[in-house]
């Protein structure tokens, strides 16, 4: 028979109606799954116990899928066909994808996703994304009795459309319906409860095997909001393990070892950092194939040293991320420790003497973004009353914005604005008779479009001929609350619309949005003047056409010494256009706008007589 | 008669209730519904109410309303492990016929 569960007073689910809804967190080493039972939040094991499940897929030539620990342990012998860390792929284009020559993979490039060619043909990121939540989700369903009513899935703050629309298919392919998307950090803070506690900031130090990132959120009234994100994703525990495993073999005094060796003496440089998480000291004692023998003994102290410059290196996007926020440490609440690596000692010292304050450990730091993301499944999947429930809040990693003329970029939604939201901008024809109009959207710090990301591109047709900047064009930004973004333009006279839901063909590499945003502080200055430039360019190519088209419908009026001094006037505003000198080309606008000033006045008149011909005062 | 936990059932439930921060007991009792006629009700009891009947049992307490008793009298509840799914069992020795999953059941 069914075995039961206990359930909040008054909530006994009816037969057959249990909402079983799990917690996913989707990392780029490890995954894994909980669920809340008899009203605890509790991580699923597999069948020998174990909580973590590697994300690594191999796809075997006899077909077969390995998942997990059996996959990693064969990636040494088949590395090519076994896929780890697949998570930097996701939603990335191969250019995205940094240090593809020390990978073991044969990438294919592919419109909008790399592709891993393996012995099972060419696997996208999602693909292998699914195999793993394929993975978790039978184990949920082996644990729970029962098929899942929905998932909610983690992702990283700084995700952007296409990570996180990758993420989603990859559920959907899995079979999973995605109740939520929820970002890593403020999963972490669900699980400590901080959605109970009373008001404030919160920082969250997420240092994981791979990657480190920090993020700030703020709780009101039960609802949290991320106000910034920072990090580092080329730095983790892996660092740790390399730095304990450098100092082996030089104390040791041996020579570079084999691939085998090599592998043996970095597992013992990462059971001696576990090791030192709990004692003063750890002995390593190994021999390897060369005869040769490690036989040293690392103190706690040591270790710290030696380690040091990398746990410093966590504090520079935690200083700037706070920097962004506009906070100092002293503002933050609380601190919340993510990752095995914060489980160091002094890694938990240096983020206390930080933030001047005790971080909170503990929760396993492992587990507590699982955790959140379980408490968070239950309560989407209607297992709280109503009066318990909460709306989360995230925000924008880049702004949001349009291709506007001349090549700069509108923002609509800035960075660091909550989602869900929506804003609308009006825009107009920059041509007489232009029936259409292109729209480019583009994420980003920078003023111009060649600096920010291409997201997509749609056409508004059917726009009345009107002249140009009479049609009045509302442009809508929608953002939902997993952060997918749709867009639509609406001509206003007509209601002629044109939609597009952003999935767009590749996204943003973390360390790119970084690389971004600092570039947008650093070319600040830069960027205004680039958009006075082209602001004045747009202005400058709008005062020649129309005056060309006056000289063609009326350049009678003139005569040719009058003609010469326009034409004159338009050549000088041609060159300047091509120019980059923005003071001259606003003098040649002026001169040009004073030479035709008596000509456009003509044209007034003309077109006024031609508009009285033939009638009496009278009838005016 | 009333009703009794297994030993392992009542280190589970205090365990819960422990780790939940709150609850006096464990409240049993059945519903009318499910496709044979009656559903079990398994719930953390947060207060008691004057008509419950109380049975302790390996130091938890279970909570029963009057009206629901004839159907579980004598009923002994276990927690189990079936593979990696895990939960309570009712021991029913009044249930004359259930469907097929166990999870309603008819007297």
Redesign the interface.
Known sequence: ????????????T???QHRLAVGIDLGTTNSLVATVR???PVV????QGRALLPSVVRYGADGGVVVGHAAQSAQAQDPRNTIASVKRFMGRSLSDVAHVESMPYVFEDAPGMVRLRTAQGAKSPVEVSADILRALRS?AE????GPLTGAVITVPAYFDDAQRQATKDAARLAGLEVLRLLNEPTAAAIAYGLDNASEGLYAVYDLGGGTFDISILKLSRGVFEVLATSGDAALGGDDFDHRVYCWLIEASRIGPPGLEDMRLVHMEARRAKEVLSAQDSVHVGVKLSTGDEIDLTLTRADFAAMTQKLVDKTLAPTRKALRDAGLSPQDVKGVVMVGGATRMPHVQRAVGEFFGQVPLTNLDPDKVVAIGAAIQANVLAGNRSAGEDWLLLDVIPLSLGLETMGGLVEKVIPRNSTIPTARAQEFTTFKDGQTAMAIHVLQGERERVSDCRSLARFELRGIPPMAAGAARIRVSFQVDADGLLSVSAREMTTGVEARIEVKPSYGLADDEVARMLKDGFEHAQEDMKARALAEQRVEAQRLHDATVAALLADGDLLDTSERAVVDASLAALATAVKGEDVAALKQAINDAGRATDEFAARRMNRSIQRALAGRSVESL | MGVTLTEKAARHVAGFIAKRGRGVGLRLGVRTSGCSGMAYKLEFADDLAPEDLVFESHGVKVLIDPQSLPYIDGTELDFVREGLNEGFKFNNPNVKDECGCGESFNV
């Open positions: 028979m069914a075995l039961l569960q206990i359930a909040e007073p008054g909530e006994s009816a037969p057959h008899n009203s605890v699923l094991n597999d069948e184990r082996d644990s729970l009795g």
